[in-house]
T-cell receptor, first 110, second 115 residues
Framework: QKEVEQNSGPLSVPEGAIASLNCTYGDRGSQSFFWYRQYSGKSPELIMSIYSNGDKEDGRFTAQLNKASQYVSLLIRDSQPSDSATYLCAVLFGNEKLTFGTGTRLTIIP | KAGVTQTPRYLIKTRGQQVTLSCSPISGHRSVSWYQQTPGQGLQFLFEYFSETQRNKGNFPGRFSGRQFSNSRSEMNVSTLELGDSALYLC??????????????FGAGSRLTVL
């Protein structure tokens, strides 16, 4: 299995709906997980970090982690056109190298 | 608090030339990581420097090298440029200690075009 896998999309979601972004990773020993957002022509910026199993909420964003299934997701509630971007999942592996997935391109349709 | 500063922002080189990119991290951050971003491969890890020592290295040929200075500023060098080296080179800094130790803050990037 690739180290960090994401569906490349594009994922299209109507404005106001929930956008669900998924990521799987290959190292069971990973402890730190991050979601970054990258607008076209810009550099990635951190949205959420999560370290324990379960859900972590920050405003309209919820990160979900399931270490047994090696799965991390990001939910965006009440999606806005400004949420249209590429979302990058990143996992800190045992050798402390932060590895990124190839990203999911999200488009919010007004 | 100033962010991560990368220079130059854009540059054009020809095959066979070499290039040096510079990165100044957030004040107080001792770790600098470099990534190559291309449309097909996404963000690929090049290397990380911490307190002037290379801490981690990705799977890139020896043409790609880097270093870090005592003030935590970092440079990366690519020698004998190839067409495939055309990419956005992103630098990111982190504290590697305390709260948010492994959170990366990225610079705006250096876009390299090799002709």
């Amino acid at each position: 299995q690739k180290e960090v896998e994401q569906n490349s999309g594009p994922l299209s979601v109507p404005e106001g709906a929930i956008a669900s972004l998924n990521c799987t990773y290959g190292d069971r020993g990973s402890q730190s997980f991050f979601w970054y957002r990258q607008y076209s022509g810009k550099s990635p910026e951190l949205i959420m970090s999560i370290y324990s199993n379960g859900d972590k909420e920050d405003g309209r964003f919820t990160a979900q982690l399931n270490k047994a299934s090696q799965y991390v997701s990001l939910l965006i509630r009440d999606s806005q056109p400004s949420d249209s971007a590429t979302y990058l999942c990143a996992v800190l592996f045992g050798n402390e190298k932060l590895t990124f997935g190839t990203g999911t391109r999200l488009t919010i349709i007004p | 608090k100033a962010g991560v500063t990368q220079t130059p922002r854009y540059l054009i080189k020809t095959r066979g030339q070499q290039v040096t990119l510079s990165c100044s991290p957030i004040s107080g951050h001792r770790s600098v990581s470099w990534y190559q971003q291309t449309p097909g491969q996404g963000l690929q890890f090049l290397f990380e420097y911490f307190s002037e020592t290379q801490r981690n290295k990705g799977n890139f040929p020896g043409r790609f090298s880097g270093r870090q200075f005592s003030n935590s500023r970092s440079e990366m060098n690519v020698s004998t440029l190839e067409l495939g080296d055309s990419a956005l080179y992103l630098c990111a800094s982190s504290s590697r200690q305390g709260s948010g130790a492994n959170v990366l803050t990225f610079g705006a990037g250096s876009r390299l075009t090799v002709l």
